[in-house]
């Protein structure tokens, strides 16, 4: 008797610990992020593409169904939104050949942020931004 007692005491104990571990692994990697305020709009990407690195010549791959933080809007010559993507966390240069391949996500924007586009018509006819 005195070992299944034991035996359950152990269970209950390990559950215990494995529990809070597991709660204190997840809140230890996943801290709540400062909101980014240059970055309002989120998008999520329906197919694969490759985006341009901001300031650079890379190449960042950015896949179906990977989530991009919207900022800087350009609607000049060239149209291109500037975009973190949360696959690669860099900086990138979205151009509006690919604006496309995004579905908007406003009910994941930025609290507080108001007129941004439902969609990805970023740009009016006249060259300015629609935010």
Partial sequence: MRQIMLLVASA?????????????????EVQSPTPNVDFPMMAIATRPFDA?????????RVNTLER???GVTTCG???TVEAVCL?????????SADWPAFRRLPA?????????P?????????????Q
């Fill in 12 to 28: 209950i104990v390990g559950i215990a610990i494995g529990w809070s571990s597991g709660s204190w692994v997840f809140s230890g």
């Fill in 52 to 60: 341009v690195e901001s300031g650079g010549t890379a190449r960042v």
């Fill in 68 to 70: 991009c933080a919207l």
């Fill in 77 to 79: 010559a060239v149209r």
């Fill in 87 to 95: 696959g690669s966390a860099r900086t990138v240069l979205i151009g």
């Fill in 108 to 116: 994941e924007d930025l609290p507080g942020v108001l007129n941004t």
């Fill in 118 to 130: 439902v969609d990805m018509r970023l740009c009016r006819e006249d060259g300015t931004t629609m």
